[in-house]
């Protein structure tokens, strides 16, 4: 039995020096090292004796004939977007590619979201330089990189798994949101994705297989297939009963998710401080504690990438039995959804505002926006300013600006801004001036290099390099607020212009 495990596996083992398939331009750095090793042909079973058919690597992809291009695949359709489905125009892939990650990280909310509906949207693919599929990798990675593990999942599932680039970020989703187990039973039901001896332990151990998992781990360190920290990792996940008591490993500095849950499932979890953000989702499991959901849950919604309405169900699982932050916070915000969900007036008044500020010092202002925004004007009025300012911060803010009558200078604008409509700025206030000439019915020429995109049709990248100039707060370059403005109106994007306006207005 142990020939017959032992021989098929040598026969991967053969092709560890092989050369990786050329990565796409956007690839990140803590991808699990999936395609190290790709064989020709699918390993054989334990049963199966072993056949060497071919000395040469293959490139496999699998895609059903007359499949639309990845590139093309998308979760939105164009009538929900409202973008042009030829976006990318001529465009290059490696010049979106460098358009998709020069918008930062830390944009605003409505251009982050402006962002992720991009990267999600049905378009069709560039007409330039750059292989079919490789737009949809960077897309991918894009929104890996941002925490929107659940888009990316849901790209990947539209399009199939189709090569092993696509596969290595299938499987690290699935590790991050805990269906490791759909990974590995895809991994053995798709031919010709060959993962490398790691991973191909994970999912031994996982499938119940310890013996071949074993085997192959010593055979893998025999041959010097696996580096000393693999190693170490991998004999404690399969017994660590027997390094009870022992030293705790080193922490890895920039560990990949199958490190990260093998780290978990041996006792020593990796603390979110340093984690990129996508591995926030590993940590809100329901197995996992309440304070460490938590944590996880408030990183990924200050980034925009958890829906608030997920943060509230964590905040609401229990009551808070001690003080401090984050305990303070969520008794703020249970006090306040009690009240509204009451429809009790006096008491919204009364909590609203410690609420508002607990999660303003937690720079959550957005998602409580979101979350209670319109519901605060629908049981106390749109005459408290903080309340109706709350509530322009959320997807509500033109329905809540036509029930106003404003009674002061600042009001106004507010509700000229969500109307769409600002023509007298503030006196002496030079935001509110870039934003009158933003929305100006003439507004200043866009810079040459911005006009001579939109002339020659790159409508994508003019509109990526809006989105990585606009100022993230009001210090920024006004003059880039206002071609800003301008180009997301001209191109039909209203609504992001108005609700970017109002973010800088009432929290830059």
């Given at each position: 039995?142990?020939?017959?495990?032992?021989?098929?596996?040598?026969?991967?083992?053969?092709?560890?020096?092989?050369?990786?398939?050329?990565?796409?331009?956007?690839?990140?750095?803590?991808?699990?090292?999936?395609?190290?090793?790709?064989?020709?042909?699918?390993?054989?079973?334990?049963?199966?004796?072993?056949?060497?058919?071919?000395?040469?690597?293959?490139?496999?992809?699998?895609?059903?004939?007359?499949?639309?291009?990845?590139?093309?695949?998308?979760?939105?359709?164009?009538?929900?977007?409202?973008?042009?489905?030829?976006?990318?125009?001529?465009?290059?892939?490696?010049?979106?590619?460098?358009?998709?990650?020069?918008?930062?990280?830390?944009?605003?909310?409505?251009?982050?979201?402006?962002?992720?509906?991009?990267?999600?949207?049905?378009?069709?693919?560039?007409?330039?330089?750059?292989?079919?599929?490789?737009?949809?990798?960077?897309?991918?990675?894009?929104?890996?990189?941002?925490?929107?593990?659940?888009?990316?999942?849901?790209?990947?599932?539209?399009?199939?798994?189709?090569?092993?680039?696509?596969?290595?970020?299938?499987?690290?989703?699935?590790?991050?949101?805990?269906?490791?187990?759909?990974?590995?039973?895809?991994?053995?039901?798709?031919?010709?994705?060959?993962?490398s001896l790691s991973v191909r332990i994970f999912c031994l151990a996982r499938d119940g297989d310890w013996p071949a998992a074993a085997v192959t781990?010593?055979?893998?360190?025999?041959?010097?297939?696996?580096?000393?920290?693999?190693?170490?990792?991998?004999?404690?996940?399969?017994?660590?009963?027997?390094?009870?008591?022992?030293?705790?490993?080193?922490?890895?500095?920039?560990?990949?998710?199958?490190?990260?849950?093998?780290?978990?499932?041996?006792?020593?979890?990796?603390?979110?401080?340093?984690?990129?953000?996508?591995?926030?989702?590993?940590?809100?499991?329901?197995?996992?504690?309440?304070?460490?959901?938590?944590?996880?849950?408030?990183?990924?919604?200050?980034?925009?990438?958890?829906?608030?309405?997920?943060?509230?169900?964590?905040?609401?699982?229990?009551?808070?039995?001690?003080?401090?932050?984050?305990?303070?916070?969520?008794a703020a915000v249970q006090a306040l959804d009690a009240a509204l969900m009451n429809g009790d007036p006096k008491a919204t008044q009364q909590r609203?505002?410690?609420?508002?500020?607990?999660?303003?010092?937690?720079?959550?202002?957005?998602?409580?926006?979101?979350?209670?925004?319109?519901?605060?004007?629908?049981?106390?009025?749109?005459?408290?300013?903080?309340?109706?300012?709350?509530?322009?911060?959320?997807?509500?803010?033109?329905?809540?600006?036509l029930q106003v009558s404003p009674t002061d200078v600042h009001s106004q604008f507010l509700v000229d801004v969500a109307r769409g409509q600002p023509?007298?700025?503030?006196?002496?206030?030079?935001?509110?001036?870039?934003?009158?000439?933003?929305?100006?019915?003439?507004?200043?020429?866009?810079?040459?290099?911005?006009?001579?995109?939109?002339?020659?049709?790159?409508?994508?990248?003019?509109?990526?390099?809006?989105?990585?100039?606009?100022?993230?707060?009001?210090?920024?370059?006004?003059?880039?607020?206002?071609?800003?403005?301008?180009?997301?109106?001209?191109?039909?994007?209203?609504?992001?212009?108005?609700?970017?306006?109002?973010?800088?207005?009432?929290?830059?």
């Amino acid at each position: 039995m142990w020939t017959r495990l032992f021989l098929p596996l040598i026969c991967c083992l053969a092709w560890a020096g092989a050369s990786v398939a050329e990565e796409p331009l956007s690839a990140i750095d803590w991808l699990s090292d999936i395609a190290a090793t790709p064989p020709a042909q699918p390993l054989p079973s334990a049963t199966e004796a072993p056949v060497a058919r071919s000395a040469a690597i293959e490139k496999v992809t699998v895609q059903p004939l007359g499949a639309p291009s990845p590139d093309a695949v998308g979760l939105l359709p164009r009538a929900v977007t409202g973008l042009p489905a030829n976006l990318w125009g001529s465009s290059s892939v490696a010049d979106l590619s460098r358009a998709i990650n020069a918008v930062p990280e830390d944009a605003i909310p409505p251009i982050a979201d402006l962002l992720k509906k991009i990267l999600i949207a049905e378009l069709d693919p560039p007409l330039g330089d750059g292989r079919p599929g490789q737009l949809f990798l960077v897309r991918i990675d894009a929104l890996m990189a941002r925490g929107a593990v659940e888009e990316a999942t849901g790209l990947i599932d539209r399009a199939g798994v189709t090569d092993t680039q696509v596969f290595r970020r299938f499987f690290d989703l699935a590790l991050l949101t805990g269906r490791e187990d759909q990974a590995c039973t895809r991994l053995k039901a798709t031919p010709g994705i060959t993962p490398s001896l790691s991973v191909r332990i994970f999912c031994l151990a996982r499938d119940g297989d310890w013996p071949a998992a074993a085997v192959t781990l010593r055979t893998a360190e025999a041959l010097d297939q696996v580096s000393n920290a693999e190693i170490e990792l991998l004999t404690r996940f399969l017994d660590p009963e027997l390094f009870a008591g022992e030293p705790p490993l080193p922490r890895p500095t920039r560990p990949s998710p199958l490190t990260f849950r093998m780290m978990e499932a041996i006792g020593e979890p990796l603390p979110l401080a340093g984690l990129p953000l996508a591995f926030s989702h590993g940590l809100m499991r329901p197995n996992l504690g309440w304070k460490t959901r938590i944590a996880a849950a408030e990183r990924l919604a200050k980034a925009g990438a958890l829906d608030p309405n997920a943060l509230l169900g964590v905040y609401t699982e229990r009551q808070p039995a001690a003080s401090g932050a984050p305990w303070d916070r969520i008794a703020a915000v249970q006090a306040l959804d009690a009240a509204l969900m009451n429809g009790d007036p006096k008491a919204t008044q009364q909590r609203f505002r410690e609420a508002w500020q607990a999660m303003r010092e937690a720079a959550l202002s957005p998602a409580f926006a979101e979350l209670y925004g319109a519901d605060l004007v629908s049981v106390i009025g749109a005459e408290t300013p903080e309340a109706f300012h709350i509530a322009l911060l959320s997807p509500d803010y033109e329905e809540v600006a036509l029930q106003v009558s404003p009674t002061d200078v600042h009001s106004q604008f507010l509700v000229d801004v969500a109307r769409g409509q600002p023509r007298q700025p503030i006196d002496g206030n030079a935001l509110s001036q870039a934003i009158v000439d933003g929305f100006a019915d003439s507004p200043p020429p866009l810079s040459s290099a911005q006009q001579g995109r939109l002339d020659n049709g790159l409508v994508g990248e003019a509109l990526l390099q809006t989105m990585a100039d606009l100022p993230t707060d009001v210090n920024g370059d006004l003059d880039n607020l206002v071609g800003g403005l301008s180009l997301l109106r001209q191109i039909g994007l209203e609504d992001v212009a108005r609700k970017t306006a109002l973010y800088l207005l009432l929290l830059g």
